[in-house]
């Protein structure tokens, strides 16, 4: 019996890396031209499983690039705590002595930089001088940059400025710039992070080329379910996922485990085990979401459940769709972030769930609110709407406190799952 395929809680190893292909041709295009990258998505993209891929030596081989004529250190920034610059360069500083195994001369002047006391961007620069008289060039993978746009008690935001600054100089400015190569990610576009903008100076994240992970398309999600060999189940996972990887990967490796325990698939074990596994995504996804764009989200669930309830008349949203054409900034940037998406009908954007998981624990989430949290965002909600909009809101909310039995429970939420849901799997 071979492994579980479907990779859950770490990322994804380059052998298994699925879809991505403009993607990573577009990060080779910038590795072989020296230039940099801004990678973005929300969590549970793939942004780390991304830069596994850049670091496999198959992968420079399929793109025409001999990985042995670079020097590639990839870790994230979340491993410096608490993050400040010298750490940031030390932390490059130690990794290229460990992959320069076997060049000693090299090996011991970082070790003299090492040991000279704060390490700034001039510390790599003496590196990189080497390293361009071997003809090799430093590919620096760096995950988690969100990290160094955020102050501490050490980093205050003049040190991130010149930090920032450090950055764009020795990638644009230094002699040294033409032997590297830098690939960030970041939960959000680096432009929406960071200091604000000397209107006097060049914006400090102008010399990356801007790329965002998005859900996956059919094709890629087909790619990734071929061995489920039935096309309805592939159907309904796309629906409940939304072409989320981490969502993907999730239901796939629950599908499988049960082929290899010799089990008989139970939808109710699938659709407890698949909530439960995926929570963590959906509350990093909502706790990084400001109270405005919760609230528009509380609203498209509360819309999908009046749906859900069929002619039964228990509560009125209509009109909504008056609320999110005047937000549509938010909204874009939560289709960013892969929460939600849109279809076009007669010039009308219409926004829904990407993924009706996501859907259903916005309004567990709703489930739990009170008086209390109502009177808290009165301001806010008169601010998004009128009074007559935010009557309804709050009726329907209200409706949704003392009518939970009414609410479709978890197997019916996955109707269209459950109708293909096997009785036995087909490889």
């Not at 499988?256 to 698939?265: E, F, I, K």
């Not at 806010?380 to 009128?386: A, K």
């Not at 809101?393 to 293909?420: D, H, M, R």
Request: charged fraction near 25%.
């Amino acid at each position: 019996m071979s492994q579980n395929p479907f990779i859950v809680g770490k990322p994804v190893p380059p052998e298994r890396f699925v879809g991505r292909e403009s993607e990573i041709a577009a990060a080779f295009d910038q590795i072989y031209n020296r230039s940099h990258l801004a990678i973005w998505g929300g969590p549970g993209m793939g942004k780390t499983s991304f830069l596994h891929k850049l670091e496999s030596p198959q992968a420079w081989e399929d793109h025409g690039m001999d990985s042995s004529q670079a020097v590639i250190i990839r870790f994230s920034c979340e491993s410096i705590v608490p993050f400040t610059p010298s750490k940031f360069w030390e932390e490059i500083l130690n990794l290229l002595k460990e992959k320069l195994e076997g060049e000693s001369a090299l090996q011991a002047e970082i070790d003299t930089i090492l040991q000279a006391g704060e390490k700034t961007r001039d510390s790599l620069r003496q590196v990189l001088r080497k390293l361009g008289k071997q003809g090799k060039n430093l590919v620096l993978l760096i995950d988690d940059f969100d990290v160094a746009l955020n102050t501490n008690e050490q980093y205050d935001e003049d040190a991130m400025q010149r930090f920032l600054s450090e950055c764009r100089n020795l990638a644009v400015h230094s002699a040294e710039g033409q032997h590297l190569s830098m690939i960030v990610t970041s939960l959000k576009r680096l432009n929406e992070l960071g200091p604000k903008l000397n209107p006097n100076a060049s914006p400090w994240y102008n010399h990356y080329l801007f790329l965002r992970l998005k859900t996956f398309n059919n094709s890629e999600i087909d790619r990734i379910f071929q061995i489920l060999r039935i096309p309805d189940l592939r159907e309904a996972i796309k629906e409940n996922t939304g072409g989320h990887p981490s969502l993907l990967q999730m239901s796939g490796f629950l599908l499988y485990r049960d082929l290899l325990t010799a089990n008989v698939p139970s939808v109710e074990k699938f659709v407890s085990d698949f909530e439960k596994g995926t929570q963590p995504i959906f509350q990093k996804i909502w706790d990084r979401c400001s109270k405005l764009e919760k609230t528009l989200l509380m609203l498209m669930a509360l819309s999908a459940l009046k749906g859900r309830l069929h002619k039964q008349k228990q509560f009125d949203v209509s009109g909504i769709e008056l609320i999110f054409s005047q937000r549509e900034r938010e909204l874009i940037k939560l289709e960013e972030q892969g929460v939600v998406t849109h279809t076009v009908n007669e010039e009308k954007n219409i926004y829904f769930f990407t993924s009706s998981t996501m859907e259903r624990w916005v309004i567990q989430e709703l489930r739990q609110t009170d008086e209390k949290w109502l009177q808290a965002r009165e301001k806010l909600f008169i601010n998004l709407m009128s009074r007559q909009h935010m009557d309804k809101f709050t009726t329907a909310i209200k409706w949704l406190w003392n009518n939970q039995e009414k609410i479709p429970t978890s197997i019916e939420w996955f109707g269209k799952l459950v109708a293909t849901f096997p009785k036995g799997f087909i490889f």
